[in-house]
Nanobody, 115 residues
């Protein structure tokens, strides 16, 4: 059973930076996209960013210009570099790897941005 393990969350001050990583515990074949969602308390889950196997990226409007997604297909790892963090970025961030037969999800990592 493949598991995705996130790391890099924690507490950061507004204006600061954090880098999240998400690695698969075993080889995942035919990944067509990797990405990140987030969910803040009392709010719906929302897409943050994704990267396709071909390297195309897509970002939610609220992170454009601040967050950068990157991936290493050979290592089945996806990263999220978060800069200029705001208190409203506080949420649990979850990664995923999407394949033709299904999607793998990480357990989530808490990011807290203090004002």
């Amino acid at each position: 059973q493949v598991q995705l393990v996130e790391s890099g969350g924690g507490l950061v001050q507004a204006g600061g930076s954090q880098r999240l990583s998400c690695a698969a515990s075993a080889r995942v074949y035919s990944i067509n996209a990797m990405g990140w969602y987030r969910q803040a308390p009392g709010k719906q889950r929302e897409m943050v960013a994704l990267i396709t196997a071909g390297g195309s990226t897509n970002y939610a409007d609220f992170v454009k210009g601040r967050f950068t997604i990157s991936g290493d297909n050979a290592k089945n790892t996806v990263y999220l570099q978060m800069n200029s963090l705001k208190p409203e970025d506080t949420a649990v961030y979850s990664c995923y790897h999407r394949t033709p037969i299904g999607t793998y999800w990480g357990q989530g990592t808490q990011v807290t941005v203090s004002s």
